[in-house]
Each structure stands twice: as structure tokens, then as C-alpha cells.
């Protein structure tokens, strides 16, 4: 990654924090949905955390990803996957913080995705995309792989609070206000309409007459 030091150095902190994030989720959906063994539910939290990081830098040429260029991301994504595991029995009272690291980790990657986009110099359009890529991704892997429909495609307001989080980055940098506030303020505007969506349950539209986005059973 290149750029100022400030912004190399706030990038990779939240993009940490979001691997972080993302391996609890992925790794608890292991457990909860798929009943994996260890091998599993480590594996599964590591492609969650590191899934839309890699799409990323391919996308962007940025090779090889930052994942196989910076051990920190395997040792976080790793740990994460060990902490869940080690939680596994107190698995029925998580059900809010996997929801909430699902979002934090959703959120976190939207900002550092656009301002990674836009340190390789992506237009604003596409540093929005890869934004919203890098937030999905992993979690869209992990439910193919647990054969669920993906939550980017049913999910409460999904894709929608990624994009717009990353707008907000992407704009504060073309307006030349760029930084650390403003990745936070995105990364804030990212998880209060994620979790908005799941506490009330709001879905983006769908076709009329359309009914209820079936799951693959998760026992």
C-alpha cells in the first residue's frame, strides 16, 4: 500500500480491526450453521476475514494482497477464528455480538477498501465498488460456503450501508477533506444503517409479488 504514513498507518489499523471483525462472524457461522470442527471454523473465520481484501487487490493489480505480503492479516484472521472457537459454548448468548461484528467488520472494510481503492488511484465510482466489494466478499464466500443464500443478495440492507460508507470516504477525499474523521464518520454511517436494517428488519426492494428469499436449513 502506498500513500502518506498517516493514511498508510489508519488503513491498515481498521483494515486489522475489520479482519478481526470478520473472523469472529465467519468463524461463529461456522460453529452455529455448519457445526464445523476446528479445522473448519478457523478456516472458514479466515476466508470471511481475508475473502474481500484479496478480490480487492486483484482487482486493483495490487499483487501480491496484502494478505500474503503482511503476515499481521493471517495472524489476526487466525485469531479470530481461535477466540470464537474457544467461545463455541457460550455460542446461544452471541447471537447479538455475531450480528455486530457481521456489521463492524462490514463497515470497517467498506472505508479501507475505498481509501485503498483510491490510494491506487481508482476513479470515485470505482473506489465505491471496490469499497463495497471488499466489505461483502468475505461474507459472501462464507455463505456459498455454507450453502446459504448470501447475505449481500438478501440480507438486511447489506450492500446498501458498504456503499454508502464508502461513498462517504470517497467524496470527503475528492472534496480534499480527507482523513481519519472522515473514514471513522463513513465507517459509523456504514454500521448504524446495517444495524438499522437488522434491528428493524429493512430490506432493499424487491420485485412485486416476489416472496421471501429462501436459506439453505442451517442445522
Not at 78 to 102: K, S, Y
Not at 126 to 149: E, K, S
Not at 152 to 166: D, F, T
Given at each position: 500500500?502506498?500513500?502518506?504514513?498517516?493514511?498508510?498507518?489508519?488503513?491498515?489499523?481498521?483494515?486489522?480491526?475489520?479482519?478481526?471483525?470478520?473472523?469472529?462472524?465467519?468463524?461463529?457461522?461456522?460453529?452455529?450453521?455448519?457445526?464445523?470442527?476446528?479445522?473448519?471454523?478457523?478456516?472458514?473465520?479466515?476466508?470471511?476475514?481475508?475473502?474481500?481484501?484479496?478480490?480487492?487487490?486483484?482487482?486493483?493489480?495490487?499483487?501480491?494482497?496484502?494478505?500474503?505480503?503482511?503476515?499481521?492479516y493471517l495472524v489476526v484472521a487466525t485469531a479470530g477464528g481461535l477466540v470464537a472457537?474457544?467461545?463455541?459454548?457460550?455460542?446461544?448468548?452471541?447471537?447479538?455480538?455475531?450480528?455486530?461484528?457481521?456489521?463492524?467488520?462490514?463497515?470497517?472494510?467498506?472505508?479501507?477498501?475505498?481509501?485503498?481503492?483510491?490510494?491506487?488511484?481508482?476513479?470515485?465510482?470505482?473506489?465505491?465498488?471496490?469499497?463495497?466489494?471488499t466489505a461483502a466478499g468475505g461474507g459472501t464466500i462464507r455463505d456459498?460456503?455454507?450453502?446459504?443464500?448470501?447475505?449481500?443478495?438478501?440480507?438486511?440492507?447489506?450492500?446498501?450501508?458498504?456503499?454508502?460508507?464508502?461513498?462517504?470516504?470517497?467524496?470527503?477525499?475528492?472534496?480534499?477533506?480527507?482523513?481519519?474523521?472522515?473514514?471513522?464518520?463513513?465507517?459509523?454511517?456504514?454500521?448504524?444503517?446495517?444495524?438499522?436494517?437488522?434491528?428493524?428488519?429493512?430490506?432493499?426492494?424487491?420485485?412485486?409479488?416476489?416472496?421471501?428469499?429462501?436459506?439453505?436449513?442451517?442445522?
Amino acid at each position: 500500500m502506498t500513500g502518506s504514513p498517516a493514511t498508510v498507518t489508519t488503513a491498515l489499523v481498521l483494515d486489522l480491526a475489520g479482519t478481526f471483525a470478520f473472523a469472529l462472524n465467519g468463524a461463529f457461522t461456522g460453529i452455529r450453521v455448519a457445526r464445523l470442527d476446528i479445522v473448519g471454523v478457523v478456516t472458514l473465520g479466515m476466508i470471511t476475514a481475508l475473502g474481500g481484501g484479496i478480490l480487492r487487490d486483484v482487482l486493483l493489480g495490487a499483487l501480491p494482497p496484502a494478505t500474503f505480503s503482511d503476515w499481521r492479516y493471517l495472524v489476526v484472521a487466525t485469531a479470530g477464528g481461535l477466540v470464537a472457537f474457544a467461545a463455541a459454548g457460550q455460542l446461544e448468548r452471541l447471537a447479538l455480538p455475531i450480528t455486530v461484528f457481521d456489521a463492524l467488520g462490514l463497515s470497517l472494510f467498506a472505508v479501507t477498501g475505498a481509501t485503498t481503492a483510491l490510494v491506487h488511484g481508482a476513479g470515485t465510482g470505482q473506489a465505491v465498488l471496490l469499497g463495497t466489494i471488499t466489505a461483502a466478499g468475505g461474507g459472501t464466500i462464507r455463505d456459498v460456503l455454507v450453502r446459504r443464500v448470501p447475505s449481500v443478495l438478501s440480507s438486511e440492507l447489506y450492500a446498501i450501508p458498504a456503499m454508502l460508507g464508502a461513498a462517504v470516504v470517497v467524496l470527503a477525499a475528492r472534496a480534499g477533506v480527507g482523513g481519519l474523521v472522515w473514514t471513522l464518520v463513513g465507517a459509523a454511517v456504514a454500521l448504524v444503517v446495517r444495524l438499522v436494517g437488522v434491528g428493524f428488519r429493512l430490506n432493499a426492494p424487491r420485485p412485486p409479488g416476489s416472496g421471501p428469499v429462501g436459506r439453505a436449513t442451517e442445522g
